[in-house]
């Protein structure tokens, strides 16, 4: 099993910055994707972004230019670097992973607790 520990929300004023990390402990054998999703009040989740064991990243069009993946392999962690934040962007946000507990399994998934970003005055 994996768990998924995450770090970094909180409060911040529109056009800050906040850096989030959550780091994955337990039986891993590789990681494939490591993602950030978000779930503002009354939403749907979102994806916010994703990024690929070979480093390929893709976001949502609504964090395009401001929000940066990132991830150490050698660590387990993946970080979200958002500059310039919005109001919009106050959300709960969990990151998520797909890996292998063992060369000869099936993928699986894991996700984090969640951890909260308010952008407010």
């Known amino acids: 099993q994996v768990q998924l520990v995450e770090s970094g929300g909180g409060l911040v004023q529109p056009g800050g910055s906040l850096r989030l990390s959550c780091a994955a402990s337990?039986?891993?054998?590789?990681?494939?994707?490591m993602a950030w999703y978000r779930q503002a009040p009354g939403k749907q989740r979102e994806l916010v972004a994703v990024?690929?064991?070979?480093?390929?990243?893709n976001y949502a069009e609504s964090v395009k230019g401001r929000f940066t993946i990132s991830r150490d392999n050698a660590k387990n962690t993946v970080y979200l670097q958002m500059n310039s934040l919005k109001p919009e962007d106050t959300a709960a946000y969990s990151c998520?992973?797909?890996?292998?507990?063992?060369?000869?399994?099936?993928?699986?998934?894991?996700w984090g607790q969640g951890t909260l970003v308010t952008v407010s005055s």
């Open positions: 998520y992973v797909d890996y292998y507990s063992d060369p000869e399994g099936p993928a699986l998934d894991a």
């Open positions: 337990g039986s891993i054998f590789s990681i494939n994707a």
């Open positions: 990024i690929s064991s070979g480093g390929n990243t």
